[in-house]
């Protein structure tokens, strides 16, 4: 398990350091209805209606694709912003995506008996170090049946 928090915390490194390209960060999702019918601003809704005003045609069931850019900002339009109309200048919101990674992790952890608190107290202690193990080479030569013949 150590390699797997060791892993999570290289991918929060990234993240945080802005490593990570946008277009890796960009999950996909089903509209359930029209962009206009959408009442509250969620990111599907706000990348919904942004597509819309740029004459983009949706409806449910279609995908939409986005990187989320400030999911607390004031302006619901800056939160999120469709991955066609994105560029590297943008930016990605690193906390966003991080609670995102963590949540994915404790789902898949969660069998081993890991749930997001227990991932993020582990985080916080010190990198496992890797094992070596210093096996003689000598250990690997061949050995030959003559090899025994003559210890014999």
Request: hydrophobic residues 40%; aromatic residues 8%; glycine residues 4%.
């Amino acid at each position: 398990m150590p390699q797997v928090i060791d892993l999570i915390r290289d991918r929060l490194v990234e993240l945080q350091s802005q490593q990570v390209d946008y277009r890796n960060l960009v999950p996909t999702y089903h509209l359930m209805r029209n962009p206009q019918e959408y009442r509250h601003n969620t990111l599907n809704a706000v990348v919904a209606r942004q597509l819309s005003q740029r004459g983009v045609s949706l409806h449910p069931g279609e995908s939409i694709r986005y990187v989320i850019t400030d999911a607390q900002a004031r302006d619901p339009h800056a939160r999120a912003r469709p991955v066609d109309f994105m560029d590297s200048s943008c930016g990605y919101d690193v906390e966003k995506y991080a609670e995102l990674l963590l949540r994915a992790m404790a789902t898949i952890l969660q069998p081993a008996g890991l749930d997001q608190v227990q991932i993020e107290q582990r985080l916080t202690q010190p990198q496992a170090q890797p094992l070596v193990w210093q096996i003689p080479l000598d250990w690997f030569t061949p050995i030959h049946r003559r090899d025994f013949a003559k210890a014999g």
